[in-house]
C-alpha cells in the first residue's frame, strides 16, 4: 500500500469533483479512488463528490411529499443502492466495510425519521428537504472516504455544515465567502494532503444543513477551490468537456478544447449541463482555471477554461439550447415615454420570486417581452395584472400574452465582437431549416446572440447551425423527383461535380430519387453509382410520405428539384414550400399556370425565407431568366422579345430547311433526345407556349396561357389522335405539303423558323418565315436564342443564343439553379 505524507505546504493544491454518474456503481467509485490517489502523488487534493446517479431525485420523490409506506420504500431503495456497492467493494474495502456500513445505517435512520416527519405533517418544509437532499451526498462520501483509506491514504473528511457556511433560502442559499475562507485557511494550514468534501450543501453556523440548488455539487467545488487558493479546478463528469453544442441534439458536436470564463458561463446557464452556471464566478475572481473533463476516459484532455482564451475562427465558440420557457409580452399604447414600466413589470416578478431567463423591448417603447421558466408562465402572468390593474382596466395595456412551449436557441463566443456577419449567418441559418423566430436578445458585451423559438423547431435546427458555423462544408439535401432523362443526366453530373464541390465547402446529399411510380429515400446519401438500383427497391411515390418524413427527420437545407413535367406536382409547390424545402424546378407547369397560382407562389416562398428558382424552364442551361430579371431590376424596358425557345423544334426546322422531309425530321429529333417521349407535346407549340409567358410573366406583364396566341408546326385539321406510333405513322401524310411551303420560301430567300415573340401588343407563338438578315435564321440543331430589343438595348437587339435541348444541358441549367441556393461566398470554406 501506497503511504501519503501528512502535510507538503510546497504542493499545488487541486480540487477534483466528481459528478453523480462517475460514482454510479462499485467500478465507477474504484477508477475515482485510483484517479484520486495518482494526483495525490503531486498535488493536495480536496475531493468533491456528488450523490450517486439518481439518489436525489429517488428521496425527494419528485417533489411530492411521500406516505409512510411511500418513505419506507424510498429508503428501501436508498439502501439497497448503497449497499450493493459496499457488497461490491467488499474486497477493495477490507476492514473499512464495516465503518462505511455503518456510517450508511445512521444516514438511513436520519433519512426515515425525515421522511416520516414529512409524511406525518403531509408536507415538506424547505428545512427538512434540504436535510433529505443532502443524504445521497453524505452517503457517496462515505464509501468514497473508506476506498481511499483502503487505499493507504488519510483523507480527512470535511463536514460542509462546519466549512460551507451559507445564508438565505434553505433550498437555494448564498454561500457566506468570507466566513468560508476563513475555515478554509485553517484546513489548508493542517496536516494533510487529502480532503472529501460532500457537495451540494452547507451550514448556517448554527448547525442547520441548507441546500445550495440542484446542480450544486459544481458551487461547492468552486467555493471549495477559491477559499483554498487551489492552482485548478477539475469537473469529472460522463463526456468529455464542455461540447460545441448538445450532442444528444448535435451528432457532430466536438469538446471544445479551451473556452473562457466568460463563454463557459453563458454556455452553462444556457443549456450546458455538464457545468453549473454558479461554478465560474468564485473561480473567476481568483484567476482559478477549470478543467471539464471524463471520468470515463481520463487521457482526454477534456476542456480548460481560463482568461485570455483566443477567439475561434468562426468568432463562435458554442450553441446552447435551454428548454422549457414561456414568453411573456406586454404591450399597449399607454406604454411609450411612461417612466417605471420596466420597473413596476420586474419589480412585481421579484415579488413572486420569478427569475427572468431573457428581457427584450422594442424602441418605440410599446412592448417588453421577457421569456421565464415555463412553471413561472402563469405566474409571470398574474403578477403583471396584479401590478397594473388600472392600466389594464382603462385599456392603457393590452392583455397580457403568454406563449408556452418554447426555448431559447444562443450562439456564445467572444470571438463574435470583432467579426462582422455572425448574427446574419444565425439567423440565415435558422430561416434555412424553416425556425421562426419570437423573439430576440443580445448583450452590450455582443458575446453572445440568443432567439426565442418553438422549442421543437429550435431542437432540429441545432444541427444545421452547427454544420453552417463549425463544419468546413454546407450540407446540401437534394430531393429529385423526375428521373427520366433530365433527372438521370442531373444525377451523374452531381456524382461527377461531388469531389470539386466538397473542396469548394459543398456537400450536395441526393435523399431522394422519385419517378411518377417509385420513390427511394434514405437521409444518409443515395449512393448515385447505383441510384437506379436503389429506386428499383423503392416503394410507391408519395409526395406527403416525403414532406413528412423530412420534415420529422434531422434538419437540413433541403430542395426539392422537380425534373417532370406533372401539373400535379406543381400544384403542391405551396405544400412543399410549408414543409421548409426551397424547390428547383424544370417542370414549366407551375410557372405557366393561373397569373394568381404563380403570384402566390412566389408570396408565399418569400413569407417562408425561402427560394424558388427555375432557370430552366425557358432556355435549359442558357441564362434567360436570370438576364430578364436584371434587366428589369435594373430598370430597363423590353420593347420585344422573339426567339426561338424550343431545341426540339430548333432541330426539326432545320434538317426542314436542308430538305429533309418533316417525318424523317420528327423521327430524328425523337431518336437523338431533342423531343419530349411523346412528339405531339412539342410539335403542338404549347412547351413554347409556356416559356413565352413565363418570359412575359418576368417582364412584368400578367397574362394568362389563354392569352398567348399559338400556331402548332401541325395543321389543325391533320390527325394527330391516337398511339404514338398510330401518329408518327400518319406524319408522311404532310411531307409533301411542307417540302412545298419550304421550296416556295426558298426561291425568296427564305426559311422556317418556330418563333416565339412577345411586346406591348401580345404574345404569339408559330412558323415565321424569317430571310438571311434575320438573326435568328441561323438557329438550328437544337440550339435555342433570344432577341431582347429594349430601351438600352437598340437599335441592335441583346441576343442570348446557345443549346437549348437535350438532357444534358437541361440538367446542368437545373444543377447551377441548385448551387445557387448556396452560393460560394456562404460556403465555410470560403467563410473561415
Known sequence: MSSQPTHVSSQSIRVMKFGGTSLADADRFRNVAGLVAQACAAHRICVVASAMAGVTNLLLHGGHVPSREEADGLLLAFHGRH???????????????????????????????????????????????????????????????GLLKARGLQPRFLDPVEHVRVEGDPLQARPRMADIEARFAAVKAGPGNLWVLPGFFGGDGQGRILSLGRGGSDHSAALAAAALGA??????????????????????????????????????????????????????????????????????????????????????????????????????????????????????????????????????????????????????????????????????????DLRPGLAVLSIVGDGMRTRPGIAGTFFDALSEVGCNVVAIAQ?????????????????????????????????????????????????????????????????????????????????????????????????????????DKVRSGPPSMSVLVDCSTSGDLAARYLDIFDAGFHVVAANKKANSSTQAFHRGLREHATRKGLRFLYEANVGAGLPIIDTVKNLVMTGDRVLRAEGILSGSMSYILGLLGEGVALSEAVNRAKESGFTEPDPRDDLSGMDVARKLLILAREMGMELELEDVAVEGLLPPDFDASGSIDAFLARLPQLDGAFAQRLAALKAEGKTLRYVGSLSDQGCRVGLLPVDAEHPLIAIKGGENALTLLTERYQPHPMVIRGYGAGAEV???????????????????????
Not at 815 to 831: E, S
Request: charged letters at 20%; aromatic letters at 4%.
Open 83 to 145: 449497499a450493493q456497492v459496499v457488497a461490491d467493494l467488499a474486497a477493495d474495502l477490507g476492514a473499512e466495510a464495516e465503518a462505511v456500513r455503518v456510517e450508511l445505517d445512521a444516514l438511513e435512520t436520519l433519512g426515515r425519521r425525515l421522511l416520516h416527519g414529512m409524511a406525518l405533517l403531509e408536507e415538506g418544509p424547505p428545512s427538512v428537504l434540504a436535510q433529505v437532499s443532502s443524504l445521497g451526498e453524505r452517503a457517496s462520501c462515505a464509501i468514497l472516504t
Open 810 to 832: 437541361t440538367a446542368a441549367g437545373v444543377l447551377a439553379d441548385i448551387l445557387r441556393l448556396v452560393p460560394p461566398g456562404a460556403r465555410p470554406a470560403r467563410r473561415l
Open 231 to 400: 492552482d485548478l479546478l477539475e469537473i469529472w463528469t460522463d463526456v468529455a468537456g464542455l461540447y460545441s453544442a448538445d450532442p444528444s441534439l448535435v451528432p457532430d458536436a466536438f469538446p471544445l478544447p479551451e473556452a473562457s470564463f466568460e463563454e463557459a458561463m453563458e454556455l452553462s446557464y444556457f443549456g450546458a449541463k455538464v457545468l453549473h452556471p454558479k461554478t465560474i464566478p468564485p473561480v473567476r475572481e481568483r484567476g482559478i482555471p477549470v478543467r471539464v473533463c471524463s471520468s470515463f476516459d481520463p487521457q482526454h484532455p477534456g476542456t480548460v477554461i481560463r482568461e485570455a482564451v483566443p477567439p475561434p475562427p468562426s468568432g463562435v465558440r458554442g450553441i446552447s439550447f435551454l428548454r422549457g420557457l414561456s414568453v411573456v409580452n406586454l404591450t399597449g399604447p399607454g406604454m411609450p415615454g411612461v417612466p417605471g414600466i420596466a420597473g413596476r413589470v420586474f419589480g412585481a416578478l421579484a415579488r413572486k420570486g420569478i427569475s427572468v431567463v431573457l428581457i427584450t423591448q422594442s424602441s418605440s417603447e410599446l412592448s417588453i417581452c421577457f421569456a421565464v421558466r415555463r412553471a413561472d408562465g402563469p405566474g409571470a402572468v398574474e403578477a403583471i395584472q396584479e401590478a397594473f390593474p388600472a392600466e389594464l382596466a382603462a385599456g392603457f395595456l393590452d392583455p397580457v
Open 443 to 547: 448583450g452590450a458585451s455582443e458575446r453572445i446572440i440568443s432567439a426565442v423559438v418553438d422549442e421543437a423547431d429550435g431542437a432540429r435546427a441545432m444541427a444545421h447551425i452547427h454544420r453552417r458555423f463549425f463544419q468546413a462544408k454546407v450540407l446540401l439535401d437534394v430531393h429529385l423527383l423526375g428521373a427520366g432523362n433530365v433527372g438521370g443526366s442531373l444525377l451523374g453530373q452531381i456524382q461527377r461535380q461531388h469531389a470539386n464541390l466538397l473542396a469548394q465547402g459543398l456537400d450536395l446529399r441526393v435523399a431522394t430519387v422519385a419517378t411518377s411510380r417509385r420513390m427511394h429515400i434514405d437521409t444518409h446519401g443515395i449512393d448515385l453509382a447505383h441510384w437506379r438500383e436503389a429506386l428499383a427497391q423503392g416503394g410507391p411515390t408519395d409526395l406527403d410520405h416525403l414532406l
